[in-house]
């Protein structure tokens, strides 16, 4: 029996998804050392890709051929919108920042081009495509949290926080979700689609290093 065409598409990613492991962001948050100042940056930039990725997900809902797939992506593109209300200005308060701060945050050049790549794809691109471009983004905060969870830090209480949040059974039933649908969509694409969705997927998965790798190195524009 073939293997679902989700986890065939990790396993091309494996190398990836291995390094956002053992990235030293990542490490340094579990263990409480991360310097504020980075996770700081990582939130801002997070909050303001979350407009693009709701956006995106309204594009797909678009593209959904029954109305079980437009409430997925429907409820899905509010909790996104939920998440960036509450969930980072909640944060960003504790942080010392205020929601007219928040939105005035320019995108870092990771940022940038992510969501591009996002937008592109859902403008041009099939349902398949669409979720393989977003996937990689909910998988990969459920496999960190996950991972990160069983050492998360008592201090900063941040910290803990924002582990506890992505390793929840709340987050990760919308990211069964999308699993479950991209092995729906890959028993009926063609040879010539799954490629298409595998190469969204594969690159969706090194703009997530590439952003935590951003605020690790606090990465701005040089000009």
């Not at 100042?37 to 959904?64: E, I, P, T």
Request: aromatic fraction near 14%.
């Amino acid at each position: 029996m073939a293997a679902p065409f989700s986890r065939l598409l990790q396993r091309r990613s494996d190398k990836i998804w291995r390094a956002i492991y053992t990235h030293p962001f990542l490490d340094e948050l579990q263990a409480g050392t991360l310097p504020m100042d980075r996770f700081v940056y990582f939130m801002r930039q997070d909050y303001v890709y979350l407009l693009d990725f709701a956006q995106v997900l309204c594009l797909g809902g678009a593209k959904s051929p029954d109305l079980q797939t437009l409430e997925v992506f429907t409820r899905h593109a509010l909790i996104a919108v939920e998440v960036e209300r509450t969930f980072h200005a909640t944060f960003g308060k504790s942080l010392g920042f205020s929601q007219k701060q928040l939105d005035a945050t320019p995108k870092g050049p990771i940022t940038e081009a992510y969501t591009r790549h996002l937008q592109a794809v859902a403008r041009g691109g099939s349902l398949g495509e669409i979720v393989g471009a977003v996937l990689p983004c909910y998988w990969i905060y459920s496999e960190v949290g996950r991972r990160l969870y069983r050492n998360r830090p008592k201090r900063p209480k941040i910290y803990r926080e924002w582990i506890e949040t992505y390793a929840s059974e709340e987050y990760w039933k919308p990211v069964r979700e999308q699993i479950r649908l991209m092995d729906q969509l890959g028993k009926s694409a063609t040879a010539g689609e799954k490629k298409l969705m595998q190469s969204h997927f594969i690159l969706s998965s090194r703009y997530e290093f590439l952003f935590w790798d951003q605020a690790y190195r606090l990465e701005r524009w040089p000009l």
